[in-house]
């Protein structure tokens, strides 16, 4: 009896706190926002942004300037911490920043209704959702508003690498009789997700943990040759990955210390020629 009272009250505790969290974001005031169209040929351009996280005293994101040419692929690297999480949530509008603009396809992001800026974007992230549904449902869900292609889904998990000898209709979830996948086909799966949603910004943030170096490099080639007509972001700590992007970003204490191509930082002592350093041998078979 005991122990049961003890778990409810300390879960009680825990819960208070996040309905007490809800209500507050409930009551908050709706910004005053308009709606506009997304060009993405007009690039994604951040401008001086600086971005603090609430109750903290240092920047995630200091004084960062760069823009995200239409077709072109940013890599951005850098160790735990560095900020390319925040970084990303600021250029594709999730955050605002505290200080500078952001510019998504001709909008501001600081300006705009979230809901237009979303439309065009696609973002496959470290934390995504295992939804307990077939495998058809948990990549067409991202875009709900255009009428199921099979084709394109089955085209989605092939760039994802996500061929999984398994039907569409097959239920993704053992409580509802159906199988579950490991980390690495759920991981797929998500970047297929990602990809069969129509944008004109796609975004991957570290979504590979579970997939071994050389079959994410495999991933990031097709993601390359997909995202030609997007402006396209991936955040890697695997540089092998990072190789492949037009240019690439290094990040260090929330600022930009260095960006160029894969041989340019190669030529350069720094912080990415210590990663490369440390990682080549990954990328020898
Ligand atoms: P990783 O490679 O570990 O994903 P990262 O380079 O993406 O790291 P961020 O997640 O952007 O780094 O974090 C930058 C800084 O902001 C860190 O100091 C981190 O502790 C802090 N931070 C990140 N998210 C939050 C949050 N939700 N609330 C408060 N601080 C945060």
Redesign the pocket.
Known sequence: MQEIFNFHISSLNRDVGKVANFVRMLDMPERISTDGTLDFTKGIIAENISFT?PG?DNF?VKNVSLTIAYGETIAIV?E???????LVRLLTGIYRPSEGKVTVGGLDTNKIAPKSVYQGISGVF?KYQRYKMTLEENVTISDTDMEIDRARVESALKQADAELDIELDAMLSPEFDGIDLSGGQWQRVAIGRGLYRTSGFIVLD?PTSAIDPIEETQIYEQFQRLAKGKCAVV?T?RLGSAKLAHRIVV?DN?EIVDVGTHDELLTRPGKYADMWAAQSQWYER
């Open positions: 996280y903290r995630a850098g735990n911490g560095a900020g390319k999480s925040t470290q570290e955040v700590h990040m929330g």
